[in-house]
C-alpha cells in the first residue's frame, strides 16, 4: 500500500500522529509532500498516480472529478476537518472511493476572525514592530488612530456556529451585534443576543462586517458590488470562510474607490497567493496566508484522525465516511 499526505507545510504529520506505525502495520509506504503541488492537473495527477490512499489537508489540493477519474489507484482518501468542498463527492463514489473526514475545532477560525478584527481595528499591520521594525530605529510612532469597538456595530454575515461564537466575543467587547443570512431566524439571533436585520441594514450599519456563509452554489459572489457600494467608507470587511463569497473584482474596485476603510482577509480565490496577485497590490488590504484553522491542536486531530481512518479502512470498516 502507498499512502501519500499532502501539503504539509510544516512538516509535522510524522511528529503529531502515527503514520510510522501505520506503516509497519500495514506494511505501507507513506510519502509526505511538505510542498503544494501546484494548480495543473498534469502535475498532480502524475505525483498522485501511484498512491492507494491519500491524506487531503482541507482544500490546498482539490479533487474534482476529472482528477479523480486521472487516479486509478486510489482507494481512500482522507480530507482534514468535517467537509470539503473541492472533492466531488459523488464522482468518488462512482468510482468507489471512500472519502472519510476528521474532526475539527470551529474555535481556532473563530479566534483567528477577532485577531484580524483587531489588528485591522487598531491598525497592527502598520504600527506593530518586529525585528525587522524596530522600536530602536526611532520611527513610524504613532502614525495611526485606532477603532475602540465597544459601542460599535458588528455585522455578522452567517450566524451558524462559527458566526455565533465570534458574535459572542463582540458582545463581550460590548459592540451592537446585528447578522444577515437568508435562512437566519429571529429565533436564532435571539438566542444568542443578536438582532437580525436586513442585508442592506447589516452593510449599510456596521463598522466591521464578518464573513461566516458556508461555500455553496448560492453563496458564492453573494457579496459583490451591491453590498460593498452599501458599506460606510470608514468600516472594515473580514472574511475568514471563503474568498469565493466574495467578488474578488468588486472588493479591489471598492477598496480602490475607498468605499471601505480596510479588507482583512485570511482566504483567497488562488492559494497559495501569487507573489503579485492583485489582492496583494490593492489600497486597504490586510492579509494572512490561511491560517484561521493553523493551529498545532487542530493539526494533531487531524492527523491521528487520518491514522485512524486509514487503520479502519484497512480492515474494512471505514469510519467518518464522507461517500
Known amino acids: 500500500m502507498r499512502i501519500a499526505i499532502l501539503d504539509d507545510y510544516h512538516n509535522v504529520a510524522r511528529s503529531l500522529a502515527d503514520f510510522d506505525g501505520l506503516a509497519v502495520a500495514l506494511d505501507a509506504e507513506v510519502t509526505v509532500f511538505t510542498e503544494h503541488l501546484g494548480h495543473e492537473d498534469s502535475t498532480v495527477v502524475q505525483a498522485l498516480q501511484p498512491f492507494d490512499a491519500i491524506v487531503a489537508m482541507r482544500e490546498r489540493t482539490p479533487f474534482p472529478a476529472a482528477r479523480l477519474a486521472a487516479l486509478p489507484n486510489l482507494k481512500l482518501l482522507v480530507t482534514t476537518g468535517r467537509r470539503n468542498g473541492s472533492i466531488d463527492l459523488q464522482a468518488a463514489k462512482n468510482q468507489g472511493i471512500v472519502v472519510s473526514h476528521t474532526g475539527y475545532v470551529a474555535t481556532d477560525a473563530a479566534e483567528h476572525t477577532w485577531a484580524l478584527i483587531l489588528s485591522a481595528a487598531r491598525r497592527l499591520d502598520v504600527e506593530l514592530f518586529s525585528a525587522d521594525r524596530p522600536l530602536a530605529a526611532g520611527t513610524g510612532w504613532q502614525t495611526t488612530f485606532g477603532l475602540g469597538l465597544s459601542g460599535k456595530t458588528l455585522g455578522v454575515y452567517g450566524l451558524g456556529n462559527l458566526g455565533a461564537k465570534v458574535a459572542k466575543v463582540g458582545l463581550a467587547f460590548g459592540m451592537r451585534v446585528i447578522a444577515y443570512s437568508q435562512n437566519l431566524t429571529k429565533?436564532?439571533?435571539?438566542e444568542f443576543g443578536v438582532e437580525l436585520v436586513s442585508e442592506a441594514e447589516l452593510f449599510s450599519t456596521s463598522d466591521i462586517v464578518t464573513v461566516h456563509l458556508k461555500l455553496s452554489e448560492r453563496s458564492?459572489?453573494?457579496?459583490?458590488?451591491?453590498?460593498?457600494?452599501?458599506?460606510?467608507?470608514e468600516a472594515i470587511l473580514v472574511n475568514t470562510?471563503?474568498?469565493?463569497?466574495v467578488q474578488t473584482d468588486a472588493l479591489v474596485q471598492a477598496l480602490e474607490n475607498e468605499q471601505l476603510y480596510l479588507a482583512a482577509l485570511d482566504v483567497f480565490d488562488i492559494e497559495p497567493l501569487p507573489a503579485k496577485d492583485r489582492l496583494l497590490a490593492a489600497r486597504g488590504v490586510i492579509a494572512t496566508p490561511h491560517i484561521g484553522y493553523v493551529t498545532i491542536e487542530?493539526?494533531?486531530?487531524?492527523?491521528r484522525d487520518s491514522v485512524a481512518n486509514i487503520r479502519a479502512w484497512a480492515k474494512g470498516s471505514p469510519i467518518r465516511v464522507l461517500s
Open 187 to 190: 429565533a436564532r439571533a435571539t
Open 220 to 233: 458564492t459572489g453573494v457579496i459583490g458590488p451591491k453590498q460593498l457600494a452599501w458599506m460606510r467608507p
Open 241 to 245: 470562510s471563503r474568498s469565493k463569497i
Open 298 to 303: 487542530q493539526f494533531e486531530m487531524f492527523y
